[in-house]
């Protein structure tokens, strides 16, 4: 008896965080994506890390990502989980470390790009279609599960390239047919696989978000779907599975700070992550809650500043003009995950939650009590414009030859502000969340506008001179590769377009 309480009580359930859910275990959390009453799964309590950083240290990027993923996946086996892990973090990436540290101009840069899509999306990629097929046979699922996507450019090639293939699935992504970039945009609609399909729409990333959760939703939807054996999940942020695997690589970062020697045991870091949807940046919250030492949370905005404003004022307002930036994976006004931390700031009461998401929804506002706004105590928000990204891009190559992605440029500049601004000398660890080949045409720009009437591979030929790395994988694989997926539809016709594919 006393056994199978402890071992109770070690379980993480997950709950939505509208409420209306009984909790479910992990996989059945990763299965569904998205909670019936639109919530978002989060786990009753955040477990503490039970290994020290002196530990982890001394382990591989695979044994950190057992050590915390089994705190999250508590109904998976060692077995199981050890097994997606292998197969996730193998030489898909192209160095041992996955995701490395290099140090420039004064603050540690977590390299989280190395990956199939190089983009830091395929860190949590990788893994999901692993922890999901695995999901679907623990809890003997019949039905093919159809993997529904809203991408703002990054999500949709890993979620592509995760899930290609894969039996008993299919991938429906949903791209702003104007709102990504050129390589962006080949790598999408180049993707091979029987089972992928790629969409563009007539709208922005938000459009595309928000229909596909209307298409969630839908219960009459799901109810054809169920009688037609197809069962719909997510590969955005708002599953679990996303979340879970992005907070190994903090933890792993700390770990390696130690390892050489460039923090004491227990010296506090702070982080800086480009952010769009609050994904990313929710998962260092998670690590901090955990017992990592991490000092500030600061999160970085592009000119879709909503979250910077959020962090000044309590109050979350996307009404406003929708901005194209040169880091459109940040071109995002309605983010997400943001929901996951309002739902700890209001102490986990569900119906709060939901009454702010419901203002959100009616009126695209709302406004936190100053309770709440106590709550966010370790986080600072800031952000940067355009020529501020472009101008921090050309520094740091003139100043170390080091070339960064116009997101993690965004970061790297409001860390310059938020130094400057509060004289924190702590440590700072940097997200740097893509490849500067991803973005050839903004970062060879902003180095020297000559490069404006190159093609997009000489480009990245040039790119591969200048920052001494060779170029990557992802890009000489879609230099000739024929485009596979070229239907565009109106943001209205999301639900139809998916009946059609699925001949339902
Ligand atoms: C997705 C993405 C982001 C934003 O991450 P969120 O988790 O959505 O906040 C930042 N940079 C790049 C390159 C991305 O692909």
Same mark, same amino acid.
């Given at each position: 008896m006393k056994i199978q309480r402890k071992e109770k009580d070690m379980e993480t359930l997950y709950k939505s965080t509208r409420g209306a859910e009984r909790a479910v275990a992990s996989s059945k959390a990763i299965l569904k994506g998205l909670a019936d009453d639109g919530g978002l799964f989060v786990p009753e309590k955040i477990p503490a890390l039970d290994k020290t950083p002196e530990e982890f240290a001394q382990m591989s990027y695979q044994e950190t990502a057992y050590e915390v993923m089994k705190l999250y996946l508590t109904d998976y086996t060692e077995e199981e989980l050890k097994t997606c892990i292998a197969r996730a973090y193998d030489d898909k990436f192209d160095t041992k470390r996955i995701a490395?540290?290099?140090?420039?101009?004064?603050?540690?840069?977590?390299?989280?790009?190395?990956?199939? =899509?190089?983009?830091?999306?395929?860190?949590?990629?990788?893994?999901?279609?692993?922890?999901?097929? =695995?999901?679907?046979?623990?809890?003997?699922? %019949?039905?093919?599960?159809?993997?529904?996507?809203?991408?703002?450019? #990054? =999500?949709?090639?890993?979620?592509?390239?995760?899930?290609? #293939?894969?039996?008993?699935?299919?991938?429906?992504?949903?791209?702003?047919?104007?709102?990504?970039?050129?390589?962006?945009?080949?790598?999408?609609? =180049? %993707?091979?696989?029987?089972n992928t399909f790629v969409i563009g729409i007539r709208g922005n990333f938000d459009d595309a978000q928000t229909g596909v959760k209307r298409i969630f939703s839908d219960g009459a939807l799901k109810e054809r779907m169920g009688a037609a054996g197809f069962q719909f999940s997510s590969a955005n942020s708002i599953n679990i599975g996303r979340l879970v695997p992005q907070i190994v690589y903090y933890v792993y970062a700390y770990a390696s700070l130690l390892k050489e020697g460039r923090i004491a045991s227990g010296e506090q870091v702070n982080v800086v992550v480009p952010t769009g949807n609050f994904g990313n940046i929710l998962a260092a919250y998670y690590a901090k809650e955990m017992g990592l030492p991490i000092g500030k949370l600061i999160c970085a905005s592009n000119e879709n500043k909503v979250l910077f404003d959020?962090?000044?004022?309590?109050?979350?307002?996307?009404?406003?003009?929708?901005?194209?930036?040169?880091?459109?994976?940040m071109d995002i006004l309605i983010s997400s995950n943001l929901e996951r931390l309002l739902y700890r700031l209001v102490g986990g009461d569900a119906a709060a939650d939901a009454a702010f998401m419901e203002q959100l929804g009616r009126s695209g506002k709302y406004e936190i009590t100053e309770a709440m706004k106590e709550g966010l105590i370790s986080f600072y928000g800031g952000y940067a414009c355009e020529e501020e990204v472009a101008a921090r891009i050309r520094e740091l190559y003139e100043k170390c030859g080091y070339i960064l992605d116009p997101h993690t440029a965004v970061a790297s500049v409001v860390y310059q502000k938020y130094a400057r601004e509060t004289k924190d000398g702590r440590k700072t660890v940097i997200a740097s969340t893509a490849s500067p080949f991803k973005f050839t045409r903004s970062v060879l720009n902003a180095i020297d506008p000559q490069y404006d009437a190159w093609d997009d591979f000489a480009l990245a030929d040039e790119l591969s001179k200048l920052s001494g790395r060779a170029v990557p994988r992802a890009i000489e694989e879609i230099r000739t590769a024929p485009v596979l997926h070229e239907r565009v539809c109106g943001k209205e016709e999301m639900a139809d377009i998916v009946c059609g594919l699925l001949g339902i």
């Open positions: 490395p540290l290099t140090e420039a101009d004064g603050a540690y840069y977590l390299e989280l790009y190395h990956g199939a =899509t190089i983009a830091f999306k395929d860190m949590a990629l990788s893994i999901l279609p692993h922890l999901m097929t =695995t999901a679907a046979k623990k809890n003997r699922i %019949q039905n093919e599960i159809v993997i529904l996507t809203a991408t703002s450019g #990054d =999500t949709g090639k890993a979620a592509l390239s995760g899930f290609a #293939d894969v039996e008993g699935v299919r991938i429906i992504v949903f791209y702003p047919k104007n709102g990504v970039s050129p390589i962006q945009e080949r790598q999408m609609v =180049t %993707q091979k696989g029987k959020f962090f000044q004022s309590g109050i979350y307002d996307r009404n406003r003009e929708f901005v194209l930036t040169s880091s459109p994976s």
